[in-house]
């Protein structure tokens, strides 16, 4: 089996993420990180077909299933005969793997130090079958499972950003790299090619730790935080925002269901020209779990889902439901870095109510206030 790299050129890549991929060996571990807009999506894909042509299995993981479904269309438009790659989520991963009797915590998520101690036992098992394993937004996932991973695992490559931990289960990029033993290789990328300086310039006042990334080179419109006197009030603008611009995939982020619920009916009668679609995690098949995320149109996701996406249009829809919280907490500083993110052209942060939540009090130096 080739241990070494198999270069395939890849002309939507930049000179710079190609030399990224060109640098990873096909085998061992590795974490790549980079800041929003950096490409590391993209790349998480491209690497999982470099790694399928060894002729091993080859999974493309993530955390989110709505992920997951990006990650899948971006694998059908990389095939490479050959070189089949699986993006499936790591839950769905961990039931094949360890079957549907794997043990599990109190909190319902996996038993990550009892699997660790399975994956041991079963070592040099099926070895052919063995996967390589690539993460995108791994910072997502405990340093337990890089530890069961390890073991479990052919190679594992983790793409994270760790100024965007929204899990309670979540890995800085050190502990990563110490679960997955002390030879693996780190890499950093640059760059943002998804955001405009104005969005990025309004991200990084609520960035909290790391280098501070390079500004775009492309300018676009001023962010606006706007006011609404009701749902109606902020559908009828979504509704605008999609007749002026019906090319644009429009995300909506969302913190309360009861938003997203009445946001949809209203949505649905306002006669748009594309159907909006709403992600459930709480679905299991059907029209709320299935969605098409490349097509234009609105799109209702909640905050906890939006990670990994973009949208050419973002509309923070509920901004007053942070109200109570302190706005300093890192918590919530990472979750409006992580939605600010999303958008490439144009940004709406949305809030109703009597009085301005207090962390989108002072932004006026990089918002239009309306």
């Not at 249009?313 to 509920?318: K, L, R």
């Amino acid at each position: 089996m080739a241990t070494t790299n198999t270069p395939v050129l890849h002309p939507d890549l930049t000179p710079a993420q190609r030399d990224c991929l060109d640098a990873l060996p096909l085998t061992g571990s590795h974490v790549v990180s980079g800041p929003p807009g950096s490409g590391k999506s993209l790349l998480a894909a491209h690497r999982a077909i470099h790694l399928a042509l060894t002729g091993r299995p080859t999974l493309l993981l993530s955390r989110s299933n709505l992920l997951r479904q990006l990650l899948r269309d971006t694998l059908q438009g990389l095939t490479v005969t050959g070189a089949p790659v699986e993006a499936t989520t790591v839950h769905a991963w961990v039931l094949r793997h360890f079957g549907h009797g794997a043990p599990r915590t109190q909190d319902g998520w996996f038993d990550w130090a009892a699997l660790t101690q399975d994956a041991a036992a079963a070592l040099g098992e099926n070895e052919e079958d063995t996967p390589h394993l690539v993460i995108d937004e791994g910072q997502d996932l405990s340093p337990g499972f890089y530890r069961m991973a390890r073991l479990a695992a052919a190679s594992v490559t983790v793409f994270a950003d760790e100024c965007q931990r929204l899990t309670d289960t979540n890995s800085t990029l050190a502990e990563i790299a110490d679960a997955l033993g002390r030879s693996t290789q780190r890499v950093a990328i640059t760059g943002n090619h998804r955001n405009s300086r104005e969005i990025v310039s309004l991200a990084e006042h609520f960035r909290t730790g790391g280098a501070r990334p390079d500004l775009p080179f492309r300018s676009g419109s001023r962010p606006v935080v706007r006011h609404y006197s009701g749902t109606h009030d902020l559908a009828d603008d979504i509704a605008g925002l999609a007749a002026r611009h019906p090319r644009d995939r429009i995300g909506v982020i969302v913190n309360s269901l009861r938003t997203a619920a009445d946001l949809m009916r209203r949505l649905e009668r306002a006669g748009l020209a594309q159907e909006p679609q709403l992600y459930s995690s709480a679905a299991s098949s059907g029209r709320y779990r299935d969605l098409d995320l490349v097509r234009p149109g609105v799109v209702v996701v909640h905050r906890a889902s939006a990670k990994g996406l973009d949208f050419d249009t973002v509309v923070i829809a509920d901004a007053e439901t942070d109200s109570a919280t302190d706005p300093t907490s890192a918590t919530l500083r990472m979750a409006y870095y992580v939605m600010i993110t999303r958008a490439r052209e144009r940004l709406v942060l949305g809030w109703q109510g009597s009085r301005m939540p207090r962390h989108l009090e002072g932004l006026d130096a990089w918002v239009h206030m309306r």
